[in-house]
């Protein structure tokens, strides 16, 4: 309803950016909701407007993992890869929503398959493909663009000191990387909050996030209530970190 009421007035597309709704805490969303409904005349309220937008995306995820893990590993795992970004429930079911997981799958898929093109010495096409996949995230989710570039970063380092090309500029490179992405994830959530300190918000946010995931355990085993009623307080976040990091290779 932002978006068909803002593709109606007289204001830019960019307003989302400058101004906080609830309905989009980062503007970009709506802002590309409202060019769509913008192109295809907001006569009448159109949400699958977003949603075919979002499959479209989710599509083209399939279609540039593909491409990536092909360059990276091999046709013959390309298949299955590809298989899997198209069937995953979550990528299903968020690729028919007015959400930005969609769009943050292909931002993602597009920075690794220009990393993969950069590899083979196609700078141009390479960082084509990664400035993408950054300026998409920053437009729907700048937090999630620190991510992808600490993924590219990542590789980019470890791949360096394989063939003993570790140096300190890429050290120095990384540590700006991570400041700027976290003023950026600070900003957002000052944004967010309406004034609120970002920091506060954050250690906020990993405190309930903690003592949910905690209650969630406890809910689903007897085995892990019977743990906690005898245990102390602060042994029961550690309990449950090791319990998650060895839940993959339990029967």
């Known amino acids: 309803r932002d978006a068909w009421n803002l593709a109606r007035s007289d204001r830019p597309i960019w307003w989302p950016f400058q101004v906080r709704y ?29 949603v075919v937008l979002a499959a479209a995306a989710s599509v083209a995820a399939v279609l540039l993992g593909w491409a990536f893990v092909e360059r990276a590993i091999g046709a013959t795992a390309a298949r299955p ?17 007015q959400m930005r997981e969609p769009f943050l799958m292909s931002a993602v898929a597009a920075a690794l ?44 380092i470890w791949e360096a000191r394989q063939h ?11 540590a700006v990387v991570l400041l700027a992405g976290t003023a950026l994830t600070i900003f957002a959530a000052d944004r967010v909050t309406m004034g609120s300190s970002g920091i506060s918000v954050i250690g906020q946010w990993l405190s309930e996030s903690a003592a949910f995931q905690l209650r969630k355990l406890e809910a689903a085993s007897g085995w892990a209530r019977e743990i906690f009623d005898h245990t102390p307080g602060w042994a029961h976040l550690p309990l449950a970190t090791f319990n998650g990091l060895l839940q993959p290779f339990l029967p």
């Open 113 to 156: 398959l220009g990393y993969a093109l950069l590899r083979e010495g196609r700078r141009g096409a390479g960082a084509a493909g990664i400035g993408l996949g950054i300026l998409v995230a920053i437009i729907v989710s700048p937090p999630f663009s620190l991510i992808i570039i600490a993924i590219v970063a990542l590789a980019w």
């Open 164 to 174: 003993g090309r570790w140096t300190g500029v890429v050290l120095i490179l990384l």
């Open 22 to 50: 609830g309905s989009d805490q980062y503007g970009g969303i709506l802002a590309l909701n409202s060019l769509a409904y913008r192109i295809a005349n907001p006569d009448i309220h159109r949400p699958l407007v977003m």
């Open 81 to 97: 890869a590809a298989w899997i970004l198209a069937l995953f429930p979550d990528a299903v079911l968020l690729g028919a929503t």
